[in-house]
């Protein structure tokens, strides 16, 4: 005869505690992960940014061979993802004062107004709001002046101000 204590099988309170363990681990790996997609955003602008640095290198240095220094300062108002074979899949284009809060997250623009590359990182996790750090870069030119020497060490695609954070409504944050 099979007796009632022994019968296998969860308890109610066991799958309680079950459940509440798996809900905190899928909550850990969640946060993990939006920490890890915003580290993997901040290498590709890092990396972006290294090619475009590159590339406004061998733009001053061919212009300082043809003896067109005076040039230089155009580089300074160009679209930098002008000069790249193929522009990245991200680029918004060219904008005017754009109203960063309504663009998605995730990609590049150039902004006209001040002449600054913006890139618009995502932040935040499943514990606090969906943001939007404004990451903007300015070309760093030399003087007219400079030699070969200054141009293949100082022009420069530099930081232009902190993030500014850009809150996104609930309903951009639940499409990005």
Not at 22 to 49: D, F, H, I, K, P
Not at 122 to 136: L, W, Y
Not at 148 to 154: C, F, I, P, R
């Amino acid at each position: 005869m099979i007796s009632r204590a022994r019968q296998r099988g969860f308890t109610l309170f066991e799958l309680a505690v079950a459940v509440i363990v798996l809900g905190l681990l899928a909550t850990v790996l969640l946060s993990r992960l939006a920490y890890y997609q915003e580290q993997a955003q901040r290498a590709a602008v890092a990396q972006m940014l290294g090619v475009l640095r590159t590339s406004l290198r061998v733009q001053a240095l061919q212009l300082y061979l043809h003896g067109k220094q005076a040039v230089l300062p155009e580089l300074q108002r160009q679209n930098p993802l002008d000069w790249l074979e193929d522009r990245p899949p991200n680029d918004l284009g060219e904008l005017v004062a754009p109203d960063v809060g309504k663009l998605p997250s995730g990609n590049w623009f150039f902004d006209r107004s001040d002449q600054k590359l913006v890139f618009l990182l995502r932040t935040g996790n499943i514990f606090s709001p969906a943001r939007v750090d404004v990451m903007k870069f300015k070309v760093l030119l030399p003087n007219i002046d400079a030699d070969a020497g200054q141009l293949a060490s100082m022009p420069d695609i530099v930081a232009a101000g902190g993030p500014d954070a850009v809150a996104l409504p609930a309903t951009d944050a639940a499409r990005n």
